[in-house]
């Protein structure tokens, strides 16, 4: 099994463990056990499915044990990626934060603003820091975007993806959609004032398709449309502001800046860093755990998204949801 990982001088030692090995969680176990030179220790995996053929192959490429739940690992973990179905969050999260073991909880936080409002009071009670995995924050073109210092006025939103039939426990809104409600709510930096939304149920039991108008105080209006019965994959946002138009391709990796001069329309591709938003998202986890960085994507703006997500789910139950 996995040998002990030494701390650079200086730095402190951490222990890593992940919960639910499926697709997202086997990539947050593969990034713990690259950045044993930061000193993070992956100590092992924890899943329900001990017999299935997935977590066994991932524990076996990494070296590290499987085991069906955190008290069974041989370490006690400083950090816990959690990646169980989103009902599971609040039940999994709460009492490791209470205990003081930090967390990153994939997207959403909880299923409803009530649990991910429980969650970001247990690790207020254990003194523990809880991140929410919003990836989108930490892919290079979003970081691109920022440095512009953009004012937006208005911003065009598209998340779509063919039917996978994951996720199923939720609808498109809390499964694609809380990335981009995340991501808007951050560039914007305001609480929304408004909301209209509508939703189509294809396969159901959920929404599979939804799109959302949102206002904010300053004027902008965010129009934002998630799918998972799309023909094909996009994910695309576009902002504009008085500055110019800013396109994002999230897949491509590509950002471009559209600007007038003297009436002349001028179109720059923006420099964009290669890097693995998981990696980056992981790294600003273990900088902050340590005191080496700023929060990113706290618990809560997780709850913010969350609670952003319910109001236009019941715009959509309803037809029309405003303040």
Do not use: W
Request: with cysteine.
């Amino acid at each position: 099994m996995s040998m002990e990982v030494e701390a650079p001088q200086g730095v402190m030692p951490l222990q890593a463990a992940v919960v639910g090995v499926g697709a997202f969680g086997r990539h947050h176990a593969r990034i713990y056990r690259e950045m044993a030179l930061q000193g993070v220790q992956l100590v092992g995996l924890v899943d329900v499915d001990m017999g299935g053929e997935g977590p066994r192959a991932v524990a076996a490429a990494l070296d590290v044990p499987l085991v069906a739940s955190i008290e069974e690992l041989p370490v006690p973990p400083d950090v816990v990626s959690i990646a169980v179905p989103t009902g599971q969050h609040r039940y999994v999260a709460e009492p490791l934060l209470e205990r003081g073991v930090h967390c990153l909880i994939e997207k959403p936080i909880g299923g409803t603003a009530r649990d991910a409002e429980a969650l970001v009071a247990a690790a207020t009670r254990g003194g523990a820091f809880l991140q929410v995995g919003m990836v989108e924050r930490f892919n290079p073109v979003t970081e691109a975007a920022r440095e512009l210092a953009l004012r937006p006025r208005y911003i065009e939103v598209h998340r779509l993806t063919p039917h996978s039939g994951r996720a199923s426990d939720v609808g498109v809104v809390l499964d694609l959609m809380i990335h981009d409600l995340d991501l808007v709510n951050h560039l914007v930096g305001e609480e929304a004032v408004g909301v209209e939304a509508t939703g189509v149920t294809v396969v159901g039991p959920h929404e599979d398709v939804a799109n959302a108008r949102i206002t904010y105080p300053s004027g902008c209006v965010a129009s934002v449309t998630a799918s998972r019965v799309a023909d094909r994959r996009v994910r695309r946002l576009r902002m504009f502001g008085p500055e110019g138009c800013v396109s994002l391709d999230y897949d491509r990796r590509e950002a471009h800046v559209v600007r007038s001069t003297d009436g002349v329309l001028e179109t720059e591709r923006l420099p964009v860093r290669e890097r693995e938003p998981l990696r980056a998202e992981l790294d600003a986890l273990v900088r902050t755990v340590r005191g080496d960085g700023c929060p990113h994507a706290s618990g809560a703006e997780g709850v913010r998204a969350v609670a952003l997500a319910e109001r236009v789910l019941g715009g959509i139950h309803s037809g029309s949801a405003r303040n």
